[in-house]
């Protein structure tokens, strides 16, 4: 099929890489001329694993090109997916500016029946705006041309997005009509593994789904990061807790880690997105309210429990930071939980030593030079001649350090591990305090 993709983001550029790749030719359109350059060249501008190759390798075959000539990329497709941003207003609603402006682009120039997929996460309702803007951006060059809209929401997780696109539990796929569905039914058969995996539902639905499914997750972490709360303070270990009940296949062992608070570019914004949606409707949530207080109270415990070791005198002290990207896999720290533990003790007069394996150009970029960040070249080097180390990120290179080595190079054996990877006996046997999440009682 041909297909076209506005937006070469994360979501944009792996949906038009594996759409490609199943044998579809696509044409990916950005207005950034630079970015499409780059593209071009091939050099992809975030750090997916296994997207590279699959960009370099459709480019080859002649299935995905970039362009920013939009006109040319509306003739090209009949699909035209929308993956353009939506970045937070200043009171946490979607800004639906760049994507009305597609639609309005799309219905400029279209000249046969298109089918508009909304793919960015929109407030539920967008894609009847997405209809209208196209309908009135027809009849304004006093044109008629068939079209339809539907609604698409991406389930991708950075650092796993590649296989999350390939191998989907589902495709969510909100339409009003059967030829529409039929389009997207045979766009995802490829994808589909043992089973049809295609959900075809109403338009409001499929909106609705994407926010209920990064909800329902972000919920799951909240909860477990109260519960760890109390169990610190009742001698407890969650770490115990959270296997005895993720066994219960009625809970399951997914998402249910506790750690220093989600970050991302999805999480902590759908959370606030939703709430303000049912609030200008004229219902308060309570849940998801609470799922983000957490979430900003948890992302305080990693300074919380270096003060708490400090007696409040972190002024001065050096502080070593292992992993700063949100999560492992990417270099992406938008909300990440390393940038409220860093300002916090920067606040607090203190030094920081840190090290990402993918995250160091963009905390330079974030930062920029600072006499209190030091950006070291590995994990050994960061944690040299710290007060403290604190583990934020999960990245496997973090797992199995030598401790008795780490506190010979530390001026003191502190160890704060946002992520409960280590077994406390055996750091504390190499000489180190440690603190883990909900873990007072833990040997
Ligand atoms: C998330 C969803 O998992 C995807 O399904 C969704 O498509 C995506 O948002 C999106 O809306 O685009 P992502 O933000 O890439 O994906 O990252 P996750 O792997 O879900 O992690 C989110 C945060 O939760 C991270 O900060 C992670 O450290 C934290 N987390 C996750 C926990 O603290 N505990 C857990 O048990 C799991």
Not at 268 to 285: C, F, M, N, Q, W
Not at 314 to 333: E, H, I, R
């Amino acid at each position: 099929m041909r297909v076209t993709i506005f937006g070469t983001g994360y979501v944009g550029l792996v949906t038009g890489a594996c759409l490609a790749h199943s044998g579809n030719h696509v044409v990916c359109v950005d207005i950034d001329e630079d970015k499409i350059a780059r593209l071009t060249r091939g050099e992809i501008p975030i750090y997916e694993p296994g997207l590279e190759t699959l960009v370099h390798d459709n480019v080859e075959a002649g299935r995905l090109r970039f362009t920013t000539d939009a006109a040319a990329a509306i003739d090209h497709g009949m699909l035209q997916f929308i993956a353009v941003g939506t970045p937070p207003d200043e009171d946490g609603s979607a800004d639906l500016k760049y994507v009305l402006k597609v639609a309005e682009t799309i219905g400029a120039h279209m000249t046969d029946y298109r089918l508009v997929i909304t793919k960015s996460t929109v407030p539920v309702g967008t894609s009847d705006k997405v209809r209208e803007q196209l309908a009135q951006a027809i009849s304004a060059r006093g044109a008629s041309v068939e079209f339809d809209v539907a609604s698409n929401p991406e389930f991708l997780k950075e650092g796993a997005a590649i296989d999350d696109f390939m191998k989907p539990d589902r495709v969510v796929v909100g339409v009003d009509n059967e030829r529409a569905a039929d389009h997207l039914r045979a766009l995802y058969a490829p994808f589909n593994r043992q089973h049809d995996r295609t959900m075809v539902m109403d338009i409001r639905s499929a909106e609705l789904t994407k926010y209920a499914a990064n909800i329902m997750l972000a919920t799951k972490i909240s909860l477990m990061n109260e519960l760890s709360q109390v169990a610190d303070r009742l001698d407890a270990d969650i770490e115990q807790v959270r296997k005895a009940i993720g066994a219960d296949h009625r809970i399951g062992y997914h998402f249910i880690y506790p750690g220093c608070g989600f970050g991302g570019s999805c999480f902590p914004k759908d959370v606030r997105a939703l709430a303000h949606t049912a609030s200008k409707i004229g219902y308060e949530t309570e849940i998801i309210n609470a799922v983000e207080r957490v979430n900003n109270r948890q992302k305080t415990v990693l300074f919380d429990k270096l003060q708490a070791h400090f007696d409040g005198d972190l002024a001065g002290k050096t502080v070593a930071l292992w992993g700063l990207a949100f999560k492992p896999n990417t270099d992406d720290m938008r909300e990440a939980p390393a940038c409220t533990l860093m300002e916090a003790l920067w606040d607090a007069g203190a030094t920081v030593r840190a090290f990402d394996p993918e995250a160091m150009d963009e905390t330079r970029r974030i930062y920029g030079e600072r006499d209190d960040l030091v950006l070291c070249h590995d994990a050994e080097e960061a944690a040299t001649d710290a007060d403290a180390l604190v583990l934020v990120t999960e990245w496997h290179i973090f797992r199995t350090p030598d401790f008795h080595e780490l506190a010979r190079l530390m001026k003191q054996p502190v160890l704060v591990d946002g992520r409960n990877i280590y077994k406390p006996s055996y750091v504390a046997a190499a000489g180190f305090s440690y603190y883990g999440i909900g873990r007072s009682a833990a040997t």
